[in-house]
């Protein structure tokens, strides 16, 4: 050990005054006691340096365990070369042997006064700790001081007595070197790096354990690498290696036994670390996904005129929680970022936790004590001792963790690896007897080799089944990469490998997904494991825009299943959905499909059946009333299992289309429900976009601002846009974020960009952008573009999207209304077939607007009266405006103005900035101003939100009021919200008494 002594000043005092007694004839012993590492070496040296300069005569032996063979080999040592004892073996007379030694010291006395300094007496030869001892009990007449040091540190293996253990008191004086403060260690590294920061010197506090040997190893190692180069986190980094050796001599010198201990709490807290780095970064995620949800549901509620300053609010808010910069002095608690370790003063509220802590330490100690083979009660004791000596602190559950990640991989590292697996597995199977969480059973197996055990491989699917179901697709790869290495049979190889991709693709790990899935789909199997591995290769495939090879993969396998017409079925309908992705694999697909339906409806199934009546919804030739007709008929007729979640999603879609939001939700949560969560299925897609459509459809646009990013990024492949790219770009537009709309716009260049109906989508979106920027051309190239591309893929209906009456506003404002009516006639000639409130308002109300004169305002009017009992408020908001527009127009002021009030009222109520403004300019136009917005009291409830109170206010619950309703939960939840709003209340206890004013 290197470096200066600090808060040794009591040590120096008593050896000072017991050097003056023996020189004044008075010897004494004097004990040194410390655990290894706390400088008692070092301390035993300054007092032989300082009794040297008092004119005493020092005699040094330092005691070591090689020569415990030979009796008087520490003596022997300490007193010289004595030509008499040249021969002493085992067994001599040590009676008369330490008589005669004894003689040689009292002659060394009468010569001059003595220090007799013997180093780590702990290993000293029996024979020689039994002289200490007898020279201790009759040096008090002699100017003799016998210093000796010994180590008094808590192991696993009970150590013997020590020397002092059969004296009197009164022969000897005993001195317990502790260990450093944080202060004092904090001192040490700033004399070493004058510049450091309290947060790199504390971190070095920590790492030195409040070990002078340590601390020294670690300042040695650091010098070529000074602060403000952060402090390694793993021994790699060191250079030359000092702070590792002297860990590793610490867990030598305490014996095997503590060694296996330590390294099994290392290795135990090292899984947990990762797992709790992991948890916390999932958490973060959610915590920023949960308050992108609030943020969006005060948008709905508040003004879109103070939707503004709402945002700056939010940011004064961000910048109020800024961690605050970590400040010294120590020994206050210093965060470890790695570590959840505290060492706070115990308050009152840490006084009422002790007894959960003791708790959770003896749980601790129970589990590395089964791994490790130990004695608990010598663990906790261990536990304890190491706590006390800064080599361990407590985590804010009170468990003792290493102070330091530097620390616990040193003592990780005299480890082999295959030591290490092991201890990874015993630590399991110890948590699986005990019965942990399978997360935290799943994680030690992670570090373990292959065990071939039933009940490991058992765990780890487990864990991986979990992991999938709560949304941790990482966690799930990690348990079934490490499941693949255990021996299996084939058919449950194919079943994990078809797993293993579908989840690595989830988790954005594409390159490596589709492998997994191909080689599972050529392993034995069972027919349906097959399929499910097809489909899943089949979805990952047209991921990654490899459409036809999807396809094929499919067919192949069909071809293959003549004996299975169902599992056949199942393989049709997901080639049929696959291929909606690339227009010319589509055309094909539905040809064969309604070829087969025509001639044989048994061989296409319920679900095929449903795809082809969205294949004519979207033509433009079934009415919507017709398609729910059937696709509810076909709802009611028994399902394969691997069939059904397309016969959902297939419903689902064309319920949304047809303004039955409602049940359309019910389907979407009944399909994804029966989603396997480690499976790839293209319709889990498939019924997430129609979650987000239906959002669009009612005007929830925070609830979209608030997933839709997000779950853009996640799904982008390619650098292709996709349907939350779109949505999200819309919602930005009527939340009058423009600049923010542009920047997702420019993100795409889609030129180069796959045929999709993403893109599709993606274009009309773009395209209402650049009409709200002011560039008319622009905004009416993409919507002819979009219809371009519609057309083509025998898309004519305007149920997807409306892109012929984007055009038309299009035209009408570059100055062309023939072109306008034309487009818009059309459009409201195919929104008739359909026959929806939202498809026939909107054709209507920009039919209106492009015919003008006495038949214009026939046809807004009839927008409007079509538009009041739809769901879709935008829309109404949009025709409300126009209408009153043209009343203003034609002279109707009054009523032109009550249009544009109740259109600017609901605009704001729906958190539409597009359409508030627009509404505003419309009704400064017309010379009029907007009334107080009638949007609050029991009398602005929808008849919707006031059933919906009323049913509250009877106490009836909300799942209670949505099967009474026949609506969606999350829809009695959403008109609650509204009604609570404009009520000004914010209990269900409070509706009575608002209710019935």
Not at 656 to 682: I, K, N, Y
Not at 790 to 814: D, F, G, K, M, Y
Request: hydrophobic share 40%; aromatic share 4%.
């Amino acid at each position: 050990m290197t470096g200066p002594l600090r808060e040794r000043e009591d040590a120096h005092a008593l050896l000072t005054a017991e050097a003056e007694r023996a020189r004044a004839g008075a010897g004494r012993l004097v004990l040194l006691r410390g655990a290894t590492g706390t400088g008692r070496s070092a301390v035993l040296e300054a007092a032989a340096a300082h009794a040297t300069h008092l004119g005493l005569r020092v005699l040094r032996a330092r005691c070591s365990p090689d020569d415990i063979a030979l009796p008087f080999s520490s003596v022997l040592h300490l007193l010289g070369s004595v030509p008499e004892f040249a021969d002493v073996g085992p067994g001599d007379d040590d009676r008369g042997s330490a008589a005669r030694l004894w003689r040689l010291l009292r002659s060394y006395a009468d010569e001059s006064p003595l220090m007799v300094a013997v180093d780590d007496v702990h290993l000293a030869d029996e024979a020689s700790r039994r002289w200490f001892v007898e020279a201790a009990r009759r040096i008090d007449r002699l100017p003799v001081l016998l210093v000796a040091t010994e180590r008094s540190q808590y192991d696993i293996d009970p150590r013997p007595a020590g020397l002092t253990h059969a004296l009197s008191p009164s022969v000897v004086r005993t001195h317990t070197l502790a260990p450093l403060t944080d202060n004092a260690s904090a001192d040490l590294v700033r004399a070493a790096f004058p510049t450091a920061s309290d947060r790199w010197t504390a971190d070095c506090v920590r790492a030195g354990a409040g070990s002078p040997l340590l601390l020294h190893a670690l300042l040695d190692d650091l010098d070529g690498a000074p602060p403000p180069t952060a402090v390694p986190r793993t021994c790699a980094a060191l250079y030359p290696g000092s702070y590792p050796a002297a860990v590793s001599w610490w867990l030598d010198s305490a014996g095997p036994a503590t060694a296996e201990v330590a390294r099994t709490l290392a290795a135990l807290e090292q899984a947990e670390r990762t797992e709790r780095t992991e948890r916390a970064a999932s958490d973060v995620r959610a915590a920023r996904k949960a308050s992108a949800e609030r943020a969006g549901n005060a948008e709905r509620a508040a003004s879109a005129k103070r939707a503004a300053s709402a945002k700056r609010a939010e940011g004064s808010v961000a910048r109020d929680t800024v961690p605050v910069p970590f400040s010294f002095p120590l020994p206050d608690p210093v965060p470890d970022p790695e570590s959840d370790n505290c060492t706070d003063t115990v308050t009152e509220a840490a006084h009422e936790a002790l007894p959960a802590a003791e708790v959770a330490t003896d749980a601790l100690a129970a589990l590395v004590a089964d791994a490790s083979g130990a004695d608990p009660a010598r663990v906790s004791g261990w536990f304890t001792a190491m706590t006390r000596l800064g080599v361990l602190r407590p985590d804010r559950a009170g468990r003792p963790r290493y102070a330091h990640p530097l620390l616990r991989d040193a003592v990780l590292g005299g480890w082999s690896t295959a030591r290490r697996q092991d201890a990874h597995r015993a630590v399991a199977q110890a948590m699986l007897r005990r019965g942990d969480h399978l997360d935290a059973v799943a994680r030690q197996l992670l570090g373990s080799a292959p065990t071939g055990l039933s009940w490991a491989l058992r765990v780890l699917r487990d864990a991986a089944t979990v992991a999938a179901r709560d949304a941790r697709p990482g966690d799930a790869v990690r348990y079934l990469r490490r499941a693949l290495q255990e021996p299996l049979p084939d058919d449950l190889r194919q079943r994990l490998l078809t797993e293993l991709g579908s989840l690595e693709y989830a988790s954005a790990d594409t390159p490596a997904g589709i492998p997994r899935l191909a080689e599972a789909l050529d392993l034995p199997a069972e027919p349906r494991d097959q399929v499910r591995t097809a489909i899943a290769l089949g979805t990952a495939l047209v991921g990654r825009g490899e459409v036809r090879t999807a396809v094929e993969v499919l067919r192949r396998l069909e071809g293959r299943l003549a004996g299975h017409p169902d599992l056949a079925r199942a393989l049709q309908t997901a080639s049929a959905l696959l291929s909606d992705q690339d227009q010319t694999v589509r055309r094909e697909a539905y040809r064969w499909l309604t070829d087969t339906a025509e001639r044989s409806p048994e061989l296409v199934g319920a679900s095929g059946q449903a795809l082809l009546v969205r294949y004519a919804a979207t033509a433009g030739d079934l009415p919507a009333q017709e398609a729910m007709r059937r696709l509810r008929t076909l709802l009611t007729e028994p399902a394969d299992p691997l069939a059904e979640p397309f016969l959902l999603g297939t419903a689902a879609a064309v319920a949304q289309w047809a303004d039955e939001l409602d049940e359309a939700e019910r389907l979407v949560e009944r399909g994804l429900a029966g989603q396997h969560p480690s499976l790839l299925h293209p319709m889990e897609q498939a019924l997430l976009d129609t979650r987000w459509d239906i959002a669009a459809a009612r005007g929830a646009y925070g609830t979209l601002l608030a997933v839709l990013p997000e779950a853009g990024r996640a799904r982008r492949t390619g650098g292709s846009p996709v349907n939350a790219d779109a949505h999200t770009l819309l919602a930005l537009v009527e939340t009058g974020r423009t600049p923010q709309a542009r920047r997702l716009a420019d993100t795409f260049d889609l030129r180069d960009t796959p045929d999709s109906w993403e893109l599709n989508r993606f274009l009309y979106a773009r395209g209402v952008l650049r009409y709200t920027e002011g560039d008319v051309a622009g905004a009416l190239h993409d919507f002819l573009e979009c219809g371009r591309r519609q057309s083509a893929r025998a898309v004519h209906s305007p149920v997807v999207t409306p892109w012929r009456t984007a055009a038309a506003e299009c035209r009408l404002a570059l100055g062309n209304p023939q072109e306008a009516v034309a487009l818009a006639t059309e459009e409201l000639r195919l929104a008739r077939v359909w026959n929806t409130p939202r498809t026939t308002g909107r054709a209507l109300r920009v039919l209106g607007r492009a015919t003008r004169g006495r038949r214009g305002l026939e046809l807004g009017a009839e927008a409007v009266a079509v538009l009041r009992d739809s769901p879709a408020e935008a829309e109404l908001v949009a025709s409300l405006l126009a209408h009153g527009r043209q009343l203003t127009a034609a002279g109707e002021r009054g009523r032109g103005r009550d249009h544009l009030r109740e259109g600017a009222e609901r605009a704001e109520r729906l958190g539409s900035v597009r359409l508030l403004t627009y509404a505003e300019q419309a009704l400064r136009t017309a010379g009029g101003r907007r009334t107080t917005p009638a949007h609050t009291g029991s009398g602005s409830l929808t008849g919707s939100e006031r059933r919906i109170a009323e049913l509250a206010a009877d106490g009836r619950t909300n799942t209670e009021i949505a099967d009474l309703l026949h609506v969606a939960r999350r829809t009695v939840e959403t008109h609650l919200t509204s009604a609570y709003r404009k009520l000004g209340i914010r209990r269900r206890g409070e509706l009575r008494g608002v209710l019935d004013d």
